[in-house]
Every structure is written in structure tokens, then in C-alpha cells.
């Protein structure tokens, strides 16, 4: 798939997780004018593994800092022997393997995972991720922000 298709699937796809709860939403102001272009190499961030995973990975937290952005848009490059840990969500989210390989466990079971892969975790199911092989094991994740409980 090339680099055009993938960014359409992903976009669509966030789109689908911002309209799912228009009752959060507000209707953007007239005068904001924050759109922005954002370049992984000013974001990025050598971090451990995630939810106590093994290894380094590299993450691209892309629009972290955005206004009244409902969406999480990350990258995230799992090192050699590098993994997500296992854990269980609190919401729904998505990855999408950009390159390398892996090893997906989603609720007990295990698959290899490779480029072209997306991956559905609902909210309430457990899943983990192994780096496999050389190269980096590349992934998008996209999940919408928690609402603040007050």
C-alpha cells in the first residue's frame, strides 16, 4: 500500500472515532486558524516499552499539543526485542503496522502482524505486542482522548 493510501485509511478511520461521540464535540470557533503541519523528527521521543513493556521504542506523539483535539495520532517504532506490554484497554484503538514484524496476542490468542495490518482492541480486551526480527517494528496508533471526569 502506498504512503497516500495508508494516510486516507487512517484518516478516515479517525474521523469514524471523533463522529462517535458528536455530544462531546464543539463546533470549532470561526477565527481558529490552528492547523498545522508537524514533522516526526522535532517529536521524537525514546521511551521504554509501554504498560511495562520490554525494550526501547521510539514514540511520535503527533499533535500533543493541539487545541480542543479530540485524537490520539501516534507513531511508535519498537526496537529489537522490544514490546508493548500486556494490558487491558480502556477504550477502543486502533494500529496500524507501517513495517517490520510482530507478534500480536488480542484476547489470549497469538498471530503475526506485519505491514498492511490493522488491529481493532475494544475497550475491555487484552492485548500485547512483540517486535519480531532486525527491522523496527513500525506501527500508528489512533485512539480518541478520554473525556476528564470531574
Known amino acids: ?22 455530544s462531546a464535540q464543539s463546533a470549532p470557533s470561526a477565527t481558529r486558524s490552528d492547523s498545522y503541519v508537524q514533522n516526526e523528527r522535532g517529536i521524537a521521543t525514546e521511551q521504554p516499552g509501554p504498560h511495562e513493556g520490554l525494550g526501547t521504542t521510539t514514540a511520535y506523539p503527533f499533535f500533543e499539543q493541539a487545541k480542543d483535539f479530540e485524537l490520539i495520532f501516534r507513531k ?14 480502556d477504550k477502543d484503538e486502533i494500529y496500524y503496522v507501517l513495517s517490520g514484524k510482530g507478534e500480536l496476542t488480542l484476547q489470549g490468542k497469538t498471530r503475526e502482524v506485519g505491514p498492511g495490518d490493522a488491529v481493532l482492541t475494544r475497550n475491555g480486551d487484552s492485548h500485547a505486542l512483540k517486535q519480531l526480527g532486525a527491522e523496527d517494528l513500525v506501527i500508528f496508533i489512533v485512539y480518541r482522548k478520554q473525556a476528564v471526569r470531574r
Open 1 to 22: 500500500m502506498d504512503p497516500r493510501q495508508i494516510f486516507l485509511a487512517i484518516a478516515a478511520t479517525a474521523s469514524l472515532l471523533v463522529a462517535g461521540d458528536v
Open 76 to 89: 511508535r517504532a519498537l526496537h529489537p526485542g522490544a514490546t508493548i506490554g500486556a494490558h487491558v484497554n
